[in-house]
Structures are given as structure tokens and as C-alpha cells.
């Protein structure tokens, strides 16, 4: 675990993020969602599509601002930065995306991708841009002379690995990695994340990961967070999983999990039904209509996290404070 827990170097307070639909509808993304990011260890963000994993990168990345709720960073809000303290403030939180090619220059070559914000930022240059381009590189086990090529001309593993020497550049404290792996063959997601796990403790960063593979993600992370229809359902340390997970919604997620040590006579069980709308999110627990658990208090109310066992945490009616 990371040193230092008591002093997160991001927080995400009680954000909510509501967005403007037709007939005067708000579609829910995040709902009070509180997490905290500390420096030298990763917490893995899990939940299928549609769960606000995204949206709430984005207003980590102060690409989008919270309808409620605030971020810190190194405990000063980030909606009160604007303009060039806003700027400076970006080479602190960087982001690893998940496709590469989507978010590179195809007219630029290598080189200039990757040193873009060293120039943007006056760390490095121009005369200098060839020798970082290659020290970068080689950081994230690139030959140097890839500097010379196009996006076009590396495979997706390498194009990932592009994006992560950018992303490390700067030096940040915080690196996000928004499905940064799922695009990838099962053996280059290995080494990308052998590489992540490595870049983080060389530097000392506080790392999100951001996945819905739940296998995957606890296999990296230090601590987990489970999302849930807008929802942070539950919080555990990695290494309880799958053996001390709680919530019903969780327990699914390890029960889809296909592994060729799993016991073969079991029988695979799936979630009933669909998720409900974002745009129509019913009163009670977001997970009501597909718990085999649900009770009348689920209908009525939110379950709220609270702490089940030491750093594990459960939004659910099955565990009360009692618990």
C-alpha cells in the first residue's frame, strides 16, 4: 500500500453530474460520488458501459465541471482555476487513453507527439526534442529510433506505450488511464500493464485505472472501486477479491468472470433484466430490479457507503451500520 494514506493528493468530494435532456429530463452520469486518489498506488474504477466511468474522468481531467460536488488537488478545488493557472494545473493530472490512434496527429511524426507538451509547457527546447523523444521511449522499452515513424506505422501496443511516454512527460502526480488497455490482445495488455505498474513506482504517482474488466483491473489496483448506474456501490482493497466482495452487483461481476481455473461444473449465472435509464433512474437502490435481494427499504432508499470492514466499504441494506 501506498505511504502517506491520510493525505490524498486528489479528492473527489460528493460530485454529481447531471446533463440537460430533452422534455426537460436530466440524464444522471455521477451520483455523490466520493473517492480519494493517494500517490504511489492505484485504484481500479470498474463497472460495465454506461456507469459514469468516463464522465467522471473527464471532470477529473477538468474537461467537464461537477453539477455538485468538487475535485481537489493537493486540497484546492480545481473549479477555481482558470486560465493560465488552469493551464498549469493540466501538466499535474495526465491521461492514458483508450485508443491511442484516436488521439494522436496522424501527419505528426513521433517525436513531435510525444514532446508536444514538453514544448507547450517550455520544459524542453526545440533543439532538444530528438534526444527526449528518445530518452521517452526508451522509458517505456520503445527502440529510439521509432521517433522517426507515424502512428500508422506501429502496432497497437506500441501505439499505446506512445501514449503512455507522452502521458509521462511531464512528470504529473496523477495519471489516468481511461480503458487504456481494452483495444489490446490479451498478452500486449500484460505488458502495458507490467509497464504502468513499473512507470507508477519509479515516480511516485497516484494512478486511476479505469476498466470493466474487474479481473484485470483488481490484478493492478491497490484498492477498488465498483460503479454502479451513476453509483459508487462499493470500495474494498484489491486483494479481497473475489473472496470478501458484498454488494450483490459485485458479486455478479466475479460470478461473469470466465478463468481456466474456475470450476467447470458451476453454473455461470447472469444478471436479470437491463439497467435501468440514466434518464429515468428509479427512487431506492440503483440495483433494485436485478437483486435477488431486494427488500422494501430498497425501493424507498439510496443505500449510502458505509464501512463493512476495515478500508471495505458497501452500499447495500443487507449490511446496516450494526454489520
Known amino acids: 500500500m501506498a505511504e502517506n494514506r491520510e493525505q490524498p493528493i486528489l479528492e473527489v468530494k460528493n ?30 474504477i470498474v463497472g460495465e458501459s454506461g456507469c459514469g466511468k ?10 467537464d465541471e461537477p ?7 493537493e486540497g484546492r478545488s480545481i473549479a ?9 494545473h493540466r501538466r499535474h493530472i495526465q491521461m492514458v487513453f483508450q485508443d491511442p490512434s484516436l488521439a494522436f496527429n496522424p501527419k505528426m511524426k513521433i517525436r513531435d507527439i510525444i514532446c508536444e507538451p514538453l514544448l507547450n509547457f517550455g520544459v524542453i527546447k526545440p533543439s532538444e526534442k530528438e534526444e527526449k523523444a528518445r530518452e521517452l521511449l526508451e522509458l517505456v522499452e520503445l527502440p529510439g529510433d521509432f521517433a522517426d515513424r507515424y502512428p500508422h506505422n506501429m502496432s497497437g501496443g506500441q501505439r499505446q506505450r506512445v501514449g503512455i511516454a507522452r502521458a509521462i512527460a511531464l512528470k ?21 500493464v507490467e509497464l504502468l505498474v513499473r512507470l507508477q513506482k519509479q515516480n511516485n504517482m ?14 493492478l489496483s491497490h484498492r477498488t472501486a465498483v460503479m454502479y448506474l451513476g453509483n459508487v456501490v462499493e470500495i474494498l482493497p484489491s486483494e479481497q477479491i473475489p473472496r470478501q466482495v458484498m454488494h450483490p452487483y459485485t458479486k455478479a461481476l466475479m460470478g461473469a468472470i470466465f ?6 461444473s458451476k453454473k455461470i449465472e447472469s444478471i436479470e433484466s437491463e439497467a435501468p435509464s440514466p434518464l429515468n433512474v428509479p427512487p431506492g437502490c440503483p440495483f433494485r430490479n436485478r437483486c435477488e435481494h431486494c427488500m422494501d427499504v430498497c425501493r424507498r432508499e439510496n443505500p449510502t457507503l458505509k464501512e463493512a470492514a476495515p478500508e471495505h466499504h458497501v452500499a447495500c441494506h443487507l449490511y446496516g451500520a450494526e454489520s
Open 67 to 73: 453539477t455538485e460536488g468538487e475535485i481537489l488537488f
Open 172 to 192: 504529473p502526480d496523477v495519471i489516468m488511464c481511461d480503458e487504456a488497455t481494452s483495444a489490446l490482445d490479451v498478452s500486449v495488455q500484460k505488458t502495458v
Open 80 to 88: 477555481e482555476l482558470k486560465g493560465e493557472e488552469l493551464r498549469q
Open 259 to 264: 478463468d481456466i481455473h474456475m470450476d467447470f
Open 206 to 219: 497516484a494512478m486511476g485505472f479505469v476498466c470493466h474488466d474487474v479481473a484485470l483491473v483488481s490484478s
Open 54 to 63: 468516463s464522465t467522471l474522468m473527464r471532470m477529473i481531467m477538468s474537461l
Open 15 to 44: 460530485v454529481t453530474r447531471r446533463f440537460k435532456a430533452s422534455q426537460g429530463r436530466y440524464l444522471l452520469a455521477n451520483n455523490h460520488i466520493s473517492l480519494n486518489f493517494y500517490r504511489g498506488e492505484t485504484l481500479g
